[in-house]
Nanobody
Framework: QVQLVESGGGVVHAGGSLRLSCVAS????????LAWFRQAPGNEREFVAA????????YYADSVKGRFTISRDNAKDTVYLQMDSLKPDDTAVYYC?????????????????WGQGTQVTVSS
């Protein structure tokens, strides 16, 4: 079984930065896509960013484009989310996800493995 463990969440003032990490452990696997989603209270879980593991091609939600950067280190089985110019609207629990096969990166149903989430709070 594969486990994803996120870290790096916390409380930050608006305009600040945080870097989230997600490490995969368990049996060896090579996911097709790695992604970050987030869920604010009362809202559905929404797509934030994704990266194709082999090519490094990235995708972003419009709400974070230009402020967030997703990257991966395949040797460490780790995916990162650098979040800059944070806004109060970015406050949410952030989840790491991995998809074994190709598909639409945007839909959470595409993903086979999920982390437990890490809280990000941005104060105004």
């Amino acid at each position: 079984q594969v486990q994803l463990v996120e870290s790096g969440g916390g409380v930050v003032h608006a305009g600040g930065s945080l870097r989230l990490s997600c490490v995969a452990s368990g049996r060896t696997f090579s996911p097709y896509t790695l992604a970050w989603f987030r869920q604010a209270p009362g809202n559905e879980r929404e797509f934030v960013a994704a990266i194709r593991r082999s090519t490094g091609i990235t995708y972003y939600a419009d709400s974070v484009k230009g402020r967030f950067t997703i990257s991966r280190d395949n040797a460490k089985d780790t995916v990162y989310l650098q979040m800059d110019s944070l806004k109060p609207d970015d406050t949410a629990v952030y989840y790491c996800a991995a998809a074994r096969y190709s598909g639409n990166y945007y839909f959470r149903q595409q993903y086979d493995y999920w982390g437990q989430g890490t809280q990000v709070t941005v104060s105004s």
